[in-house]
């Protein structure tokens, strides 16, 4: 490897922590199990702790708990014993403990209070004898395997593991909790990540908006209608139900003298595409854009009660 060629360095750390995944995955066990059933018995949230670079991850590691429906948070372990540990509800709450050598010192007093309030420890450390091992009410073993370091003592390839058994844990409990694209939506309103979770209710044009007409409602009357709304179609009913569509392209390909006469019947699209309010906006511009429609009624058992236009979800960020 020369001075200026990093690749292949890079390449055998990224090989090594990739590794230690896999070897992991397949030291999985019944704790594993009895760590998702203790977090969704238990009827409070899950304190997650780390001391370092551990801490980084436990903070990352609550936050993914928190956003996939699991109610947790970061607690300091060194800041515990100064007064965090108020936060901690005995009896109620969950202990997540991240140590690699299980014998982080900070950890001691937290690990001593959650034992006097019968607090559940779930450690996650490479030795079940130290520390933490002894303390934890459920163990999640790392595997020992060395650091990606070339020095072999900056954290790496343990944080990698510890990162990644978050995940499954957090991702496990979604699975056991019956977690929805809805409840995900609801916890991430701001960003990118919003705009994609929209649904097409929140974009829908509703009540005088709506341009309805009825089956033999003439066309001189249902242009005025759809171009007041100026949505560029026409919902056509008939006892409250959305039975036919009109688009200004349908009044353009039945231009003629007899045209006002006509009633929206003759001229309307049947059984158009709708959507439901509940639906992600983002699969509802793919079925737009895959037969070629502009816009769409929203509807609730048959009934219109929306209207939502390709150019009202490409503005709101939806890709």
Do not use: W
């Amino acid at each position: 490897m020369t001075a200026q060629n990093y690749i292949p360095l890079a390449a055998s750390i990224l090989k090594k922590e990739s590794e230690s995944l896999i070897l992991l995955a397949s030291c999985l066990n019944e704790s594993f199990n009895q760590s998702v059933k203790t977090i969704l018995a238990r009827p409070g949230r899950v304190a997650v702790t780390g001391m370092g670079k551990s801490g980084h991850v436990a903070r990352k590691v609550a936050a993914t708990l928190a956003s996939t429906g699991t109610p947790s948070f970061f607690i300091h372990p060194a800041e515990a014993g100064h007064g965090d540990l108020g936060m901690l509800q005995a009896g109620q709450d969950t202990l997540l403990a991240f140590s690699n050598s299980g014998q982080t010192v900070e950890l001691a007093g937290l690990l001593q209070f959650c034992l006097r309030s019968s607090i559940m420890v779930i450690g996650v450390t490479a030795d079940d004898k130290s520390i933490l091992g002894r303390h934890s009410d459920l163990i999640l073993t790392l595997p020992r395997v060395g650091e990606a370091c070339p020095l072999g003592c900056a954290p790496t390839t343990s944080t990698t593991m510890m990162m990644a058994l978050g995940d499954a844990l957090a991702l496990s409990l979604l699975e056991a909790r019956g977690f929805t694209l809805e409840d995900f939506r609801l916890y991430h309103p701001g960003g990118q990540l919003g705009s994609r979770l929209l649904a097409v209710g929140d974009l829908m044009h509703t009540g005088e908006e709506l341009p309805l007409a009825n089956l033999d409602e003439p066309m001189s009357a249902a242009i005025l209608t759809m171009s007041s709304r100026r949505l560029g179609c026409l919902g056509v009913v008939a006892q409250g139900r959305l039975v036919g569509m009109l688009t200004d392209g349908d009044l353009r390909r039945h231009m003629g003298p007899n045209l006002m006469e006509t009633a929206c019947s003759q001229i309307m699209t049947a059984n158009p595409v709708t959507f439901t309010s509940g639906m992600l906006a983002a699969k509802a511009l793919a079925v737009m854009q895959s037969k070629g429609i502009t816009n769409a009624f929203v509807t609730q058992e048959e009934q219109p009660i929306g209207v939502i236009h390709i150019h009202d979800i490409i503005a709101a960020g939806v890709v």
